[in-house]
């Protein structure tokens, strides 16, 4: 039976509710994106301060602004709120949850109240991470990936931040849960798989993953706990465990939990290149299915993170040559986003700019990912600062300029404002160079030796140190002014139109801001996604 | 409506559910046996394997997968096929370690 539906846009459409109930009550899946986006937003700022607080003490030699141990906390804090806060989430929850039903044709997720519990267990996941940060025997100082013995040995809070993962754990599969079932389930009459756009086929690569993958972090952090308590030996060899089996069911979540953040990545640059190339993409299809062969192939190569760590020798072969494999349906997506521009009609616009960054970026990450899938290399330069630079380059520079994008090419969609462009693309200028600055360095010397995770190092790193920290410095200004940016549009932007991009996907269809229920009529699909006149 | 009905064409009868029941007791009884057998390096993939066959009683009668769509027999079956490969390269590990 068909219901009056509201016409009022999902901003002004309380549905009853006062305040903040309006938001943290609704269902509707673009109030729990933007609890996400803010939720998110804030735990990137305390993780980049902390980062910012890192870079402060290795401005110079020695023991500056904080001791060792300090230094280790901060930096499994910062690790933990950007990898199980920020960065996991990021994309998917935000841009997924508001733009996956309007992009498909659909009225909302499959499961709505399902999809807002999702948000209160990230919540309760994040507020357990700060807990433990701040309560009882200090931060805990294992870094992010809590190894054995350190996480079994450690008399900092080791159990409240396994529980925050574990509990951010499940909102992940929750979420992912939610978007399988409305993507096989919600599309509008029409639309075929292959008639759906990237980003939501890249949410359904990732979506699996989080599905697939997240329990066997879930149950491993659980064993940590167990032979923390229990003294059940799964990880110690004096009660009879072996701590790389450790580092295999880790890196068994947490190589595919790359992909849960690059996927979605990836989507977003396949939707905003088209729009402003005015061309279909390049190969839809290669696209496409790329996403469900990283996704799947992906699964198989944890163990290039533990070249150094006792693995035996054929495995260690084995993994290095899948990792190569796990290259091929990447390039595939940067050789199609290349294709797409050649001969378009380019339009370089803020989004597109972060999106042309991405592409840059994430190949000098994929690049020197090369250079540690390889066996011989990878010896020499494990544990180095170059880690952590390919790391960045590809999260930072890949999942991080994508959030970016993303935010300046659907911000008009979803708040009705226009920001102001000049300074859009001043903060982004701002971002790219502070960026390169910051994390180029960390390669060089990285190369030449210094190791992660090291407060202290010889004077010999001082100048790569210094001018990281100094772009750590320039990366921030960036980010404020683009944040500070987009909040004042809010306020005094001009309105954006339904269609300010001249994008051709179903969003740029509905009205600006979206309605409750997203359309009247849900439309009949009768053609390829990326089809411009 | 469509979906209602369907389910209500596929309802389980108690015999069934019983036979189950009785067959996953024995299964368990055959995991507590085997622990005490010697098996050395197949210890861990016997209890797998009995663990396996247990999950997949489970999803086909008590979870109905017997009465789905192919669709979500083969995304149980790539589910499968995707936890027995992620342990056996684990294991492929240990095994020339």
């Not at chain 1, 986003?337 to 994929?366: E, H, N």
């Not at chain 2, 066959?53 to 589910?79: D, S």
Request: charged share 10%; hydrophobic share 50%; with cysteine.
């Amino acid at each position: 039976m068909e219901t009056q539906k509201s016409h009022l846009n999902y901003i002004e459409d309380t549905q009853g509710r006062k305040g903040i109930f309006a938001w943290i009550l609704s269902t509707d899946h673009k109030r729990i994106g933007i609890l996400y986006l803010i939720s998110i937003t804030t735990f990137f700022l305390v993780g980049g301060l902390l980062g910012g607080l890192m870079r402060l003490e290795l401005a110079a030699p020695g023991e500056t602004v904080m001791d060792a141990q300090t230094y280790n906390g901060l930096f499994t804090v910062h690790g933990i709120i950007m990898i199980f806060m920020v960065v996991i989430p990021g994309l998917g929850a935000v841009f997924g949850n508001f733009f996956l039903p309007i992009m498909i044709g659909a009225r909302d997720v499959a499961f709505p109240k399902l999809n807002l519990f999702s948000w209160y267990l990230y919540m309760t996941g994040a507020l357990l991470a700060v807990y433990s940060q701040f309560a009882g025997t200090g931060a805990p100082d294992t870094g992010w990936t809590f190894y054995a013995p350190y996480s079994t040995d450690s008399s900092t809070n080791v159990i409240p931040a396994v529980f925050a993962a574990f509990v951010l754990g499940f909102s992940s599969i929750l979420t992912g849960l939610n978007f399988i079932v409305t993507i096989h389930r919600m599309r509008a009459p029409g639309m075929t798989w292959f008639r759906m756009p990237l980003f939501p086929w890249s949410l359904y690569a990732t979506a699996w993953i989080q599905v697939l993958a997240t329990p066997i972090v879930g149950i491993t952090l659980m064993m940590i706990v167990a032979e923390r308590w229990f003294q059940i030996g799964f990880f110690d060899p004096a009660l009879g465990g072996d701590p790389i089996l450790y580092q295999h069911l880790f890196w068994i979540y947490s190589h595919p939990a790359v992909y849960i953040m690059i996927l979605p990545a990836m989507g977003v640059i396949s939707e905003i290149i088209p729009t402003f190339v005015k061309k279909a993409v390049f190969g839809y299809k290669a696209i496409a299915l790329s996403s469900i062969a990283i996704a799947g192939v992906g699964y198989f190569v944890w163990g290039h993170h533990m070249y150094t760590s006792g693995m035996s020798g054929t495995a260690r072969w084995f993994f290095s040559f899948l990792t190569f494999i796990v290259a091929v349906p990447s390039a595939i997506k940067v050789f199609n986003w290349v294709s797409t521009m050649y001969k378009g009609s380019i339009d370089v616009r803020t989004p597109f700019l972060y999106a042309a960054s991405f592409i840059f970026l994430f190949m000098i990450g994929g690049l020197t990912g090369l250079v540690l899938g390889s066996l011989a290399s990878d010896v020499h330069v494990h544990d180095t600062a170059f880690v952590v630079a390919h790391f960045h380059y590809i999260i930072f520079g890949g999942m991080g300029f994508s959030f970016f994008a993303a935010i300046h090419y659907w911000w008009p969609k979803m708040f009705g404002k226009m920001y102001n462009e000049f300074k859009a693309n001043v903060a982004w200028l701002i971002v790219f160079i502070g960026f390169n600055v910051l994390y180029f360095p960390q390669f060089i010397i990285g190369i030449q030796g210094m190791p992660r995770r090291y407060f202290d190092y010889l004077p010999q790193f001082h100048t790569g140190h210094l001018i990281s920290s100094i772009g750590a410095a320039i990366l921030l200004t960036g980010i404020v002014m683009m944040i500070v940016n987009l909040m004042k549009s809010r306020k005094n932007g001009n309105p954006a139109g339904i269609n300010p991009w001249g994008g051709v996907t179903l969003e740029w269809t509905v009205p600006t801001p979206p309605p409750v229920e997203n359309f009247d009529e849900i439309p009949t699909i009768t053609e390829h996604p990326y089809t411009f006149d | 409506m469509e979906n209602h009905k369907q389910q209500q064409d596929h309802i389980t009868p108690y015999s069934t559910m019983l036979k189950v029941l009785v067959g996953l007791l024995f299964l368990t009884f055959v995991t507590i046996t085997v622990t005490g057998l010697h098996l050395g390096a197949f210890t861990v993939a016997v209890a797998l394997i009995i663990a396996c066959v247990k999950g997949g009683i489970v999803i086909t009668w008590f979870m109905h997968l017997k009465n789905e769509t192919p669709i979500f027999r083969y995304m149980v079956f790539g589910v499968l096929l995707l936890y027995t490969l992620i342990i056996v390269i684990t294991f492929f590990d240990y095994a020339f370690r």
